[in-house]
């Protein structure tokens, strides 16, 4: 699976929209980009995932560049329950496990 | 849709017991399912994988006598720690998905106690 890089941690101020990168310059062709998010002490949460196009949902909308090395996710009103660690992982249909880095932690603040 | 159900959620027990978390897809066939688990401040760390009516795949370092896994329906999979101790103590998440391009969808979590 392709490494991701993502910022360690970001802030935002609730009401914004709250934009989190993700950078995949080795992706390959196959793989499809997930996004997930923790909040503390809960299992993992999927949000959104992607292979080319930009998608969108109730949760959040995921734009993937043209080159496919890099995305963002993008909540468009973030509130405080939106503060978590979150995660960018490229996977392959064939693969069988997805791996975890480090993610980013996004604050919400009032 | 898509909830993955796990239990218990929270075990303390004794060195030495061992200790069953089940997994389970609720409205969905879990045709693979992962366990990982996740000590304080640090990412999730993947232990196996296992697909239905196979043996499990563990990830180098995870001791498989230990930690046994068992995956024998659509939508149930156990983890067993066997003869816990405090080493062991952690937070288990296990998660679920149904086809290999879909996303994993993952339980709320175990948090095991050795003392």
């Known amino acids: 699976d392709a490494k991701t890089t993502q910022p360690p941690s970001m802030d935002c101020a609730e009401g914004r929209a709250a934009n989190l990168p993700c950078n995949h310059s080795?992706?390959?062709?196959?793989?499809?980009v997930y996004w997930y998010r923790q909040i503390h002490s809960q299992g993992p949460q999927y949000i959104i995932h992607?292979?080319?196009n930009n998608e969108t949902n109730e949760m959040a909308s995921l734009i993937i560049t043209e080159d496919r090395k890099s995305s963002t996710l993008i909540l468009p009103h973030a509130t405080l329950r939106d503060t978590a660690v979150y995660y960018c992982i490229v996977r392959a249909p064939g693969a069988g496990k997805s791996t975890f880095g480090d993610g980013t932690t996004l604050t919400v603040k009032p | 849709g898509a909830v993955v159900s796990q239990h218990p959620s929270r075990v303390i027990c004794k060195s030495g017991t061992s200790v069953k978390i089940e997994c389970r897809s609720l409205?969905?066939?879990?045709?693979?399912m992962f366990w990982y688990r996740q000590f304080p401040k640090q990412s999730l760390m993947l232990m196996a994988t296992s697909n239905e009516g196979s043996k499990a795949t563990y990830e180098q370092g995870v001791e498989k006598d230990k930690f046994l896994i068992n995956h024998a329906s659509l939508t149930l999979s156990t983890l067993t720690v066997t003869s816990a101790h405090p080493e062991d103590s952690s937070f288990y998440i296990c998660?679920?998905?149904?086809?290999?391009?879909?996303?994993?969808?993952f339980g709320d979590g175990t948090r095991l106690s050795i003392l």
């Open positions: 998660s679920a998905r149904s086809w290999a391009s879909q996303p994993q969808h």
């Open positions: 992607g292979l080319k």
């Open positions: 409205d969905f066939q879990a045709t693979t």
């Open positions: 080795t992706i390959s062709g196959n793989e499809y």
